[in-house]
């Protein structure tokens, strides 16, 4: 076939790329709620990209209503959105002022730390040891 685009033609691995994000991204929550809404709820959940259902842990959420300051709690939204982005290999950042001041009221990162360019880099170790302590209120998103 002449018109069929060649595997190494960068616009087409471009796509390909960004397909298999998608497919990636499907079990990232789409509908993110905040920290007090969850609370109330008897069957804390919500609702996947790809639209399955997304159940939190109800023990994880009180835990972390009982760190979190109530001004807080009620503009806070989970899951926690670490982003990867592949010219940092080593670190996720967060891009939620918000969930900063969370991670620093449950004192998993240090109060000093400040976002800059409205980002805050944290290395890979340190957001798998948060994600093992606060399973299903903290996810990773490929960018």
Do not use: C, H
Request: charged share 25%.
């Amino acid at each position: 076939m002449p018109n069929r685009p060649s595997a190494s033609d960068e616009s087409t691995l471009l796509r390909w790329m960004r397909l298999e994000i998608g497919r990636i991204n499907d079990g990232v929550v789409a509908e993110r709620k905040r920290l007090s809404r969850l609370l109330r709820e008897e069957q804390p959940s919500s609702v996947t990209k790809g639209g399955s259902r997304y159940d939190f842990d109800r023990d994880v959420l009180l835990r972390m209503g009982q760190a979190v300051p109530e001004e807080l709690q009620r503009r806070l939204r989970l899951p926690i959105l670490f982003y990867f982005d592949s010219t940092v290999p080593d670190s996720f950042f967060l891009a939620d002022e918000a969930a900063v001041q969370a991670l620093q009221s449950l004192r998993e990162i240090s109060p000093l730390r400040r976002m800059q360019g409205g980002r805050l880099w944290i290395a890979k170790p340190l957001v798998y040891a948060i994600m093992n302590r606060y399973p299903t209120a903290v996810q990773i998103m490929m960018g």
